[in-house]
């Protein structure tokens, strides 16, 4: 399946680029695992998400937990913390 990431803030400055399309692994269902196939694809990644649970997730602009499953996605967002003021 192929699906668009979409990157927010530093999250997109740590890897590298706004936006890409991938093509998720048979395996990949539910966000978390996500995560952990990102984690895998160079140390960009592995920078960017070196600490998943705080990682905020989006699909098709509705934020989502981290066990939620993927499904048949268009859009994922994935966003850091998000702070008030």
């Known amino acids: 399946m192929t699906v668009k990431l ?3 803030a530093w999250v997109r400055e740590r ?22 196939h990102l984690k895998s694809l160079g140390e960009e990644y ?14 098709d602009q509705e934020h989502v937990d981290h066990h939620e499953k993927i499904g048949n996605a268009r859009e994922i967002g994935i966003f850091p913390p998000m702070t008030g003021g």
């Open 6 to 8: 979409v990157y927010f």
């Open 15 to 36: 890897i590298g680029k706004p936006e890409e399309d991938i093509d998720l692994p048979a395996d990949v269902t539910t966000v978390r695992e996500l995560l952990n």
């Open 46 to 59: 592995e920078a960017a998400l070196q600490y998943p649970e705080v990682i905020r997730v989006a699909i």
